[in-house]
């Protein structure tokens, strides 16, 4: 019993550390030239009376992130709203966002969307990554 506890354990180790190898392999990956999601992210340096960013223009989404995702200083709500080539603008509704945390604005966003984020309680100022 002694011996099979022992092989367990050991082989329990080995599995472990084979995921651990495989999680360093990704990032290696990472920084060889790839451009993580919340590595790319861009600065929100404030918002227009309606809490609209970027102020001026839009934003469009890259290949960096699957979704929209924000940080800002303070407590806010954010809905992101899009802009298709075909069809009128239109906007996903309100996600509470907690000062300082990576929150999700929107989910399963398509590379190259074009979008502006729109905060509810006045000028926002953190990241977004997109």
Known sequence: ????????RVLAVAVLAAGFMTAGGSATAATSGVTSCYGS???INGTDDNGRWPITGYRFTTSNC????????GQNTVE????????????NGGH???????TLAATDVKD??????????????GVAAY
């Open 41 to 43: 992210a861009k600065s």
């Open 66 to 73: 699957g979704d929209i995702n924000v940080k800002v200083t």
């Open 1 to 8: 019993m002694r011996i099979h506890s022992r092989a367990v």
């Open 96 to 102: 509470e966002v907690r000062a300082n945390t990576w």
């Open 80 to 91: 992101t709203c899009f802009l298709p080539s075909s069809g009128p603008e239109y906007c």
């Open 112 to 125: 190259g969307t074009k979008f502006y984020l729109k905060f509810y309680s006045g000028s926002a100022y």
